[in-house]
Protein backbone atom coordinates (compact mmCIF):
# COMPACT_ATOMS: atom_id res chain seq x y z
CA UNK A 1 0.00 0.00 0.00
CA UNK A 2 0.85 3.22 -1.05
CA UNK A 3 1.61 6.50 1.74
CA UNK A 4 -1.36 9.14 0.60
CA UNK A 5 1.40 11.46 1.46
CA UNK A 6 3.75 10.58 -1.28
CA UNK A 7 0.47 10.74 -3.90
CA UNK A 8 0.00 14.79 -2.30
CA UNK A 9 0.59 17.58 -4.50
CA UNK A 10 3.47 19.91 -2.89
CA UNK A 11 0.89 22.43 -2.00
CA UNK A 12 -1.35 19.98 -0.47
CA UNK A 13 2.05 18.85 1.75
CA UNK A 14 2.92 22.34 2.15
CA UNK A 15 -0.99 23.06 4.28
CA UNK A 16 -0.43 19.78 6.01
CA UNK A 17 2.86 20.70 7.52
CA UNK A 18 1.26 24.49 7.90
CA UNK A 19 -1.17 23.06 10.35
CA UNK A 20 1.93 20.99 11.99
CA UNK A 21 1.51 17.72 10.59
CA UNK A 22 5.17 16.35 10.74
CA UNK A 23 4.52 13.58 8.46
CA UNK A 24 3.88 15.88 5.51
CA UNK A 25 6.90 17.75 6.49
CA UNK A 26 8.96 14.73 6.73
CA UNK A 27 7.34 13.81 3.12
CA UNK A 28 8.30 17.54 1.46
CA UNK A 29 12.25 16.78 2.94
CA UNK A 30 12.38 13.12 1.17
CA UNK A 31 11.27 15.09 -2.06
CA UNK A 32 13.67 17.79 -2.07
CA UNK A 33 16.79 16.71 -0.69
CA UNK A 34 18.46 16.26 -3.66
CA UNK A 35 17.59 19.76 -4.87
CA UNK A 36 18.74 21.00 -1.42
CA UNK A 37 22.05 19.05 -1.36
CA UNK A 38 22.40 20.02 -4.93
CA UNK A 39 22.28 23.87 -3.74
CA UNK A 40 24.31 23.27 -0.66
CA UNK A 41 27.01 21.44 -2.95
CA UNK A 42 27.34 24.46 -4.88
CA UNK A 43 28.91 26.42 -1.64
CA UNK A 44 30.47 23.43 0.36
CA UNK A 45 32.88 20.77 -0.75
CA UNK A 46 32.39 18.56 2.34
CA UNK A 47 30.08 16.13 2.94
CA UNK A 48 29.24 17.01 6.53
CA UNK A 49 29.19 21.00 5.81
CA UNK A 50 27.00 19.89 3.02
CA UNK A 51 24.79 18.00 5.20
CA UNK A 52 25.07 20.47 8.10
CA UNK A 53 23.69 23.03 5.55
CA UNK A 54 20.32 20.99 4.47
CA UNK A 55 19.56 20.46 7.95
CA UNK A 56 19.62 24.20 8.32
CA UNK A 57 18.04 25.02 5.40
CA UNK A 58 15.07 22.33 6.50
CA UNK A 59 14.73 23.89 9.72
CA UNK A 60 14.32 27.07 8.12
CA UNK A 61 11.91 25.99 6.07
CA UNK A 62 9.91 24.62 8.85
CA UNK A 63 10.18 27.79 10.71
CA UNK A 64 8.99 29.78 7.64
CA UNK A 65 6.94 27.50 5.99
CA UNK A 66 3.56 29.66 7.33
CA UNK A 67 5.02 32.51 4.67
CA UNK A 68 4.46 29.96 1.82
CA UNK A 69 1.38 31.04 0.58
CA UNK A 70 1.38 28.86 -2.80
CA UNK A 71 1.96 31.21 -5.47
CA UNK A 72 5.22 29.95 -6.71
CA UNK A 73 5.99 26.20 -6.81
CA UNK A 74 7.31 24.65 -3.58
CA UNK A 75 10.60 23.80 -5.32
CA UNK A 76 11.58 27.26 -6.12
CA UNK A 77 10.44 28.40 -2.55
CA UNK A 78 13.15 26.10 -0.92
CA UNK A 79 15.55 27.00 -3.70
CA UNK A 80 15.01 30.40 -2.26
CA UNK A 81 15.96 29.20 1.32
CA UNK A 82 18.62 27.33 0.45
CA UNK A 83 20.25 29.83 -1.40
CA UNK A 84 20.12 32.93 0.75
CA UNK A 85 20.74 30.03 4.05
CA UNK A 86 23.92 28.94 2.56
CA UNK A 87 25.13 32.37 1.26
CA UNK A 88 24.55 33.60 4.89
CA UNK A 89 27.14 30.22 6.14
CA UNK A 90 29.18 31.05 3.73
CA UNK A 91 29.19 34.87 4.82
CA UNK A 92 29.41 33.73 8.61
CA UNK A 93 32.56 31.35 7.41
CA UNK A 94 36.06 33.18 7.49
CA UNK A 95 37.07 33.45 3.88
CA UNK A 96 40.51 31.93 2.78
CA UNK A 97 43.52 34.63 2.62
CA UNK A 98 44.37 35.12 -0.61
CA UNK A 99 48.39 33.95 -0.26
CA UNK A 100 47.02 30.34 -0.26
CA UNK A 101 46.74 30.57 -4.13
CA UNK A 102 50.16 31.25 -4.52
CA UNK A 103 50.46 27.69 -2.31
CA UNK A 104 49.26 25.32 -5.19
CA UNK A 105 50.03 21.30 -4.64
CA UNK A 106 51.61 19.10 -7.94
CA UNK A 107 48.27 18.07 -8.63
CA UNK A 108 46.43 21.71 -9.18
CA UNK A 109 49.47 22.91 -10.79
CA UNK A 110 49.35 20.11 -13.25
CA UNK A 111 46.42 20.52 -14.03
CA UNK A 112 47.03 24.36 -14.98
CA UNK A 113 49.96 23.30 -16.96
CA UNK A 114 47.93 20.78 -19.21
CA UNK A 115 45.27 23.62 -19.43
CA UNK A 116 47.90 26.18 -20.56
CA UNK A 117 49.13 22.71 -23.08
CA UNK A 118 46.12 23.60 -25.06
CA UNK A 119 45.21 19.67 -23.74
CA UNK A 120 41.36 19.00 -24.21
CA UNK A 121 39.54 19.34 -21.76
CA UNK A 122 37.58 15.67 -22.87
CA UNK A 123 41.39 14.44 -22.22
CA UNK A 124 42.15 15.23 -19.03
CA UNK A 125 39.00 14.56 -17.87
CA UNK A 126 39.49 11.40 -15.82
CA UNK A 127 37.86 11.35 -11.91
CA UNK A 128 41.16 12.34 -10.90
CA UNK A 129 41.76 15.14 -12.76
CA UNK A 130 38.28 16.62 -12.06
CA UNK A 131 38.60 16.10 -8.40
CA UNK A 132 41.76 17.47 -9.02
CA UNK A 133 39.93 20.63 -11.16
CA UNK A 134 37.63 20.56 -8.41
CA UNK A 135 39.83 21.26 -5.61
CA UNK A 136 41.45 24.40 -7.15
CA UNK A 137 38.21 25.54 -8.43
CA UNK A 138 37.52 25.67 -4.84
CA UNK A 139 40.70 27.38 -3.72
CA UNK A 140 39.98 30.19 -6.81
CA UNK A 141 36.34 30.60 -5.15
CA UNK A 142 37.52 30.97 -1.40
CA UNK A 143 39.41 34.34 -2.19
CA UNK A 144 36.16 35.54 -3.54
CA UNK A 145 33.01 36.98 -1.85
CA UNK A 146 30.34 34.45 -1.06
CA UNK A 147 28.27 36.54 -3.32
CA UNK A 148 30.80 36.32 -5.89
CA UNK A 149 30.59 32.54 -5.51
CA UNK A 150 27.59 32.14 -5.48
CA UNK A 151 26.66 34.38 -8.87
CA UNK A 152 29.53 32.34 -10.90
CA UNK A 153 28.31 28.98 -9.56
CA UNK A 154 24.62 30.07 -11.13
CA UNK A 155 25.21 31.70 -13.69
CA UNK A 156 28.28 30.89 -15.03
CA UNK A 157 28.46 26.91 -14.05
CA UNK A 158 24.63 25.99 -13.82
CA UNK A 159 23.69 28.31 -16.56
CA UNK A 160 20.80 29.53 -14.84
CA UNK A 161 19.06 32.25 -16.74
CA UNK A 162 19.25 35.98 -15.23
CA UNK A 163 16.07 35.83 -13.95
CA UNK A 164 16.23 32.52 -12.13
CA UNK A 165 19.31 33.36 -10.39
CA UNK A 166 17.44 36.95 -9.30
CA UNK A 167 14.55 34.82 -7.72
CA UNK A 168 16.92 32.40 -6.08
CA UNK A 169 18.80 35.23 -4.35
CA UNK A 170 15.92 37.81 -3.63
CA UNK A 171 18.22 40.01 -5.89
CA UNK A 172 17.43 42.30 -8.77
CA UNK A 173 18.04 41.48 -11.81
CA UNK A 174 20.31 44.31 -12.28
CA UNK A 175 22.57 43.35 -9.47
CA UNK A 176 22.52 39.80 -10.38
CA UNK A 177 24.08 41.10 -13.64
CA UNK A 178 26.43 43.54 -11.66
CA UNK A 179 27.63 40.89 -9.74
CA UNK A 180 28.25 38.60 -12.05
CA UNK A 181 30.49 40.64 -14.56
CA UNK A 182 32.74 41.92 -11.55
CA UNK A 183 33.06 38.11 -10.19
CA UNK A 184 34.01 37.30 -13.83
CA UNK A 185 37.01 39.94 -13.29
CA UNK A 186 37.51 38.95 -10.18
CA UNK A 187 38.06 35.19 -11.00
CA UNK A 188 39.77 35.63 -14.25
CA UNK A 189 42.41 37.82 -12.83
CA UNK A 190 42.92 35.18 -9.70
CA UNK A 191 43.41 32.70 -12.45
CA UNK A 192 45.35 34.83 -14.73
CA UNK A 193 48.45 35.05 -11.45
CA UNK A 194 48.35 31.55 -11.28
CA UNK A 195 48.52 31.40 -15.42
CA UNK A 196 50.95 33.99 -15.06
CA UNK A 197 52.77 32.29 -12.11
CA UNK A 198 53.41 28.28 -14.34
CA UNK A 199 54.17 30.08 -17.65
CA UNK A 200 57.26 31.85 -15.81
CA UNK A 201 58.07 28.82 -13.48
CA UNK A 202 56.78 25.98 -15.32
CA UNK A 203 58.44 23.04 -13.32
CA UNK A 204 57.29 24.89 -9.78
CA UNK B 1 43.67 49.35 -30.02
CA UNK B 2 42.42 48.97 -26.39
CA UNK B 3 38.80 49.39 -27.56
CA UNK B 4 39.15 46.56 -29.61
CA UNK B 5 40.13 44.28 -26.72
CA UNK B 6 38.43 41.37 -26.04
CA UNK B 7 38.32 41.74 -21.81
CA UNK B 8 35.06 43.53 -21.50
CA UNK B 9 33.14 40.95 -23.80
CA UNK B 10 35.00 38.34 -21.54
CA UNK B 11 33.36 39.90 -18.29
CA UNK B 12 30.10 40.92 -19.91
CA UNK B 13 29.05 37.18 -20.98
CA UNK B 14 30.39 33.70 -19.78
CA UNK B 15 32.41 32.26 -22.21
CA UNK B 16 30.18 29.46 -22.79
CA UNK B 17 26.96 31.95 -23.94
CA UNK B 18 29.32 33.64 -26.46
CA UNK B 19 27.92 33.08 -29.90
CA UNK B 20 30.36 31.29 -32.54
CA UNK B 21 31.13 34.53 -34.28
CA UNK B 22 31.90 36.29 -31.03
CA UNK B 23 34.37 33.64 -30.17
CA UNK B 24 35.76 33.96 -33.82
CA UNK B 25 36.37 37.47 -33.30
CA UNK B 26 38.22 37.15 -29.60
CA UNK B 27 40.28 34.48 -31.13
CA UNK B 28 41.27 36.50 -34.14
CA UNK B 29 41.92 39.51 -31.39
CA UNK B 30 44.26 36.99 -28.93
CA UNK B 31 46.42 35.34 -31.90
CA UNK B 32 47.97 39.34 -32.28
CA UNK B 33 47.36 40.30 -28.65
CA UNK B 34 49.16 38.40 -25.72
CA UNK B 35 47.13 40.99 -23.30
CA UNK B 36 44.13 39.32 -24.02
CA UNK B 37 45.62 35.95 -25.03
CA UNK B 38 46.14 35.35 -21.49
CA UNK B 39 42.93 36.80 -20.13
CA UNK B 40 41.25 34.48 -23.17
CA UNK B 41 43.27 31.64 -21.32
CA UNK B 42 42.41 32.55 -17.87
CA UNK B 43 38.42 32.51 -18.80
CA UNK B 44 38.91 29.55 -20.30
CA UNK B 45 40.35 28.26 -17.30
CA UNK B 46 37.54 29.46 -14.96
CA UNK B 47 34.72 28.12 -17.01
CA UNK B 48 36.49 24.89 -16.94
CA UNK B 49 37.00 25.03 -13.34
CA UNK B 50 33.40 26.30 -12.52
CA UNK B 51 31.93 22.91 -14.60
CA UNK B 52 34.16 20.62 -12.73
CA UNK B 53 33.32 22.15 -9.61
CA UNK B 54 29.46 22.34 -10.38
CA UNK B 55 29.78 18.44 -10.71
CA UNK B 56 30.40 17.64 -7.27
CA UNK B 57 27.20 17.24 -5.84
CA UNK B 58 26.54 15.17 -2.28
CA UNK B 59 23.93 13.01 -2.35
CA UNK B 60 21.65 12.84 0.60
CA UNK B 61 22.68 10.04 3.07
CA UNK B 62 19.61 7.62 3.67
CA UNK B 63 18.69 8.30 7.10
CA UNK B 64 18.85 12.21 6.72
CA UNK B 65 14.95 12.60 6.87
CA UNK B 66 15.05 11.09 9.81
CA UNK B 67 17.65 13.16 11.04
CA UNK B 68 16.00 16.58 10.22
CA UNK B 69 12.30 15.44 11.43
CA UNK B 70 14.76 15.04 15.26
CA UNK B 71 16.07 18.29 14.79
CA UNK B 72 12.94 19.85 14.48
CA UNK B 73 11.29 18.41 17.55
CA UNK B 74 14.82 19.52 19.34
CA UNK B 75 14.00 22.74 17.97
CA UNK B 76 10.75 22.64 19.22
CA UNK B 77 11.53 21.48 22.63
CA UNK B 78 13.91 24.21 23.07
CA UNK B 79 11.63 26.88 21.64
CA UNK B 80 8.73 25.83 24.16
CA UNK B 81 11.63 26.15 27.44
CA UNK B 82 12.62 29.69 25.86
CA UNK B 83 8.92 31.04 25.72
CA UNK B 84 8.80 29.86 29.50
CA UNK B 85 11.61 30.76 30.69
CA UNK B 86 10.45 34.15 28.56
CA UNK B 87 7.21 34.22 30.43
CA UNK B 88 9.31 33.38 33.43
CA UNK B 89 11.25 36.29 33.68
CA UNK B 90 8.21 38.45 32.82
CA UNK B 91 6.27 37.24 35.74
CA UNK B 92 9.30 37.04 38.13
CA UNK B 93 8.62 39.91 40.28
CA UNK B 94 5.13 39.63 40.32
CA UNK B 95 5.39 36.00 41.50
CA UNK B 96 8.24 36.81 44.18
CA UNK B 97 5.91 39.74 45.39
CA UNK B 98 2.61 37.39 45.64
CA UNK B 99 4.96 34.81 47.66
CA UNK B 100 6.57 37.57 49.84
CA UNK B 101 2.80 38.66 50.99
CA UNK B 102 1.62 35.37 51.24
CA UNK B 103 4.85 34.68 53.62
CA UNK B 104 3.75 37.81 55.58
CA UNK B 105 0.58 37.07 55.97
CA UNK B 106 1.38 33.31 57.78
CA UNK B 107 3.67 35.13 59.44
CA UNK B 108 0.93 37.20 61.47
CA UNK B 109 -1.40 34.76 61.43
CA UNK B 110 1.33 32.66 63.09
CA UNK B 111 2.12 35.19 65.55
CA UNK B 112 -1.52 36.44 66.48
CA UNK B 113 -1.94 32.24 67.63
CA UNK B 114 0.71 31.69 69.70
CA UNK B 115 -0.28 35.25 71.96
CA UNK B 116 -2.00 34.22 75.19
CA UNK B 117 -5.59 34.88 75.01
CA UNK B 118 -6.70 38.10 76.04
CA UNK B 119 -10.00 37.97 78.68
CA UNK B 120 -13.07 40.88 77.98
CA UNK B 121 -12.60 44.07 79.81
CA UNK B 122 -16.45 43.33 81.81
CA UNK B 123 -14.24 39.92 83.45
CA UNK B 124 -11.25 42.51 84.16
CA UNK B 125 -13.50 44.63 86.27
CA UNK B 126 -15.60 41.99 88.28
CA UNK B 127 -11.73 40.65 89.14
CA UNK B 128 -10.61 44.11 90.39
CA UNK B 129 -13.07 43.88 93.62
CA UNK B 130 -10.18 45.52 95.98
CA UNK B 131 -9.79 49.13 94.76
CA UNK B 132 -7.51 51.01 97.26
CA UNK B 133 -9.87 52.63 99.66
CA UNK B 134 -10.22 56.23 98.99
CA UNK B 135 -12.32 58.58 100.69
CA UNK B 136 -13.08 61.68 98.87
CA UNK B 137 -14.12 65.04 100.34
CA UNK B 138 -17.44 65.85 98.16
CA UNK B 139 -16.55 69.63 99.23
CA UNK B 140 -12.90 69.51 98.02
CA UNK B 141 -11.52 66.61 95.56
CA UNK B 142 -7.58 67.63 96.19
CA UNK B 143 -8.21 66.53 99.90
CA UNK B 144 -8.07 63.19 100.28
CA UNK B 145 -7.54 60.97 103.50
CA UNK B 146 -6.68 57.44 103.72
CA UNK B 147 -8.56 54.38 105.32
CA UNK B 148 -6.29 54.74 108.16
CA UNK B 149 -6.93 58.39 108.59
CA UNK B 150 -10.37 58.13 108.44
CA UNK B 151 -10.01 55.35 111.33
CA UNK B 152 -7.96 58.00 113.15
CA UNK B 153 -10.30 61.28 112.94
CA UNK B 154 -13.51 58.86 113.81
CA UNK B 155 -12.35 56.75 116.85
CA UNK B 156 -9.28 59.56 118.66
CA UNK B 157 -10.84 60.59 121.24
CA UNK B 158 -8.44 63.20 121.99
CA UNK B 159 -8.67 64.88 118.33
CA UNK B 160 -12.07 66.87 117.72
CA UNK B 161 -13.70 67.19 114.76
CA UNK B 162 -12.37 70.79 114.06
CA UNK B 163 -8.68 69.43 114.63
CA UNK B 164 -9.58 66.94 111.70
CA UNK B 165 -11.04 68.81 109.71
CA UNK B 166 -7.50 70.90 110.00
CA UNK B 167 -9.12 74.37 111.96
Redesign the interface.
Known amino acids: MTDPLEQASDLELAKLAQETD?TA??EI??RY??R???V???FF?E?SQ??DA??EI??RA??HLADYEGRGSLEGWLTRIATTTCLNLLRASQRRPESELAEMPEAEAEW?DN??AGIS?ERHRSAEK?RE??D???R??GTLSPDDRLV??L?????MPIKDVASATGWSESKVKVQ??RA??R???A??KL??VRKRNPSK | MKENHIVNLLERRSLGSLSVAELERVKAHTAACPECLLAYQAAQASLLLLQERASVIVEPPPFFQTKVMAAIREQKLSSKRLRFSRVWQTARPLVASMGALVVLLLALTFFNNSEPPTEPSNVASVNDSAPEWVIVDSDDAGDEMTYSQALTVLYDPTMEAGDADGK
Open positions: EFAVRSPVFQASRRRVESQFLYTLHLASAALADVLLMVDADEAFRRMREVELS
